[in-house]
């Protein structure tokens, strides 16, 4: 069985929320739901930062299958980025005739927006929690930034930037290794009070910024990917993912997914923005981060694990990351 929390509901938890709260702080820039319904439990936490930009962080899990949706209206006209941060999520969107149905995974995110009367609806899976960050940005907000970083989106964008707020759009993309250095310092804010607000603001302005630059306009005729060589590259990465103790060589893995070694190098930078090995060393930090939370391993144990013979040179590599030693993020 399925049970749904609509954006309704949501709106009417708020509410009632807001009712039992002290009435000076109906307000406050930062508002937390928790939610707790047969079969399904969550929280979404709702963050103001300035006029027209919120953060929206929501964790969720189900006993059984479950869906959370809503039909969009002219109050919820926003471009949306969202984050998968666990977890996985199958959205689907009903526009009239018009279906799309999209899969998302870790390490992607979602950019787009939704039209007046569009029926959204993710989906989730039985006992696995998820986790997403969501970015909303006012359509006024957003023609600031692209007019003012002198952005060329792609075409399919082209009626919400022209305030046709009928349509729905969505694309996916895989997190940049500068996202989710981002991602990981915005979810481990070290502040509280106003220097907490600031510090939110700030994360969520370089998101936008990172997502901006990766999904504007590029010549095609610039591009050295052609027909499948998109899925090639995308192969390439699972096989760094799957071998990160032990890499292959560069000319290995183009050998191993059937490219060349310079669209091997230049497709991977065009698409994930960034070198092969760039990458494969924000994943190995971020795999030691998780692994270290953990409290079950020596930082030597971790570094050995993520493919460094010297835990020296893992430390340094790991504090030009994140910027504190290994250690410090051992769990207590």
Not at 201 to 215: D, H, W, Y
Request: proline letters at 4%; hydrophobic letters at 40%; glycine letters at 6%.
């Amino acid at each position: 069985m399925e049970y749904t929390l609509s954006q309704q509901n949501f709106e009417e938890i708020l509410d009632r929320w807001r009712e039992q709260i002290d009435p000076r702080l109906q307000d406050h820039p930062e508002v937390r739901v928790n939610w707790s319904i047969p079969m399904i439990h969550g929280t979404k936490q709702v963050t103001g930062l300035r006029p027209g930009l919120s953060l929206e962080v929501d964790q969720i899990s189900g006993q059984t299958d479950f869906q959370i949706g809503g039909q969009y209206t002219e109050a919820d006209i926003r471009w949306q980025l969202i984050f998968l941060v666990s977890g996985c999520l199958n959205v689907a969107l009903h526009h009239y005739d018009r279906n799309i149905t999209l899969q998302t995974n870790l390490q992607h995110n979602l950019f787009g927006f939704a039209g007046i009367g569009t029926l959204g609806v993710w989906h989730g899976l039985a006992k696995q929690a998820v986790q997403t960050i969501e970015i909303a940005i006012a359509p006024w907000l957003m023609d600031q930034f692209i007019q003012d970083c002198g952005i060329q989106l792609t075409k399919e964008f082209e009626p919400f930037i022209n305030h046709n707020f009928e349509h729905s759009y969505y694309q996916i993309a895989s997190n940049t290794p500068e996202m989710e250095m981002v991602l990981h310092q915005l979810l481990h804010c070290p502040y509280q009070g106003k220097l907490r607000h600031l510090y939110l603001e700030s994360k969520v302005v370089e998101l936008i910024v990172l997502k901006l630059a990766q999904v504007q306009t590029t010549d095609s005729s610039t591009s050295v990917l052609r027909g499948q060589d998109r899925d090639r590259i995308h192969a390439a990465r699972s096989i760094l993912l799957d071998n990160m103790e032990h890499p292959p060589s560069l000319l290995a893995l183009a050998r191993q997914v059937g490219l060349n070694d310079y669209k091997l190098k230049q497709g991977f930078r065009e698409i994930f923005g960034t070198t092969v090995f760039g990458y494969l060393r924000s994943q190995r930090m971020e795999r030691a981060r998780q692994l270290l939370a953990q409290g079950k391993l020596s930082v030597s144990e971790v570094s050995r694990i993520v493919g460094y013979s010297s835990p020296t040179q893992f430390s340094l590599a790991f504090k030009r990351q994140f910027g504190v030693l290994p250690s410090a993020c051992i769990h207590k």
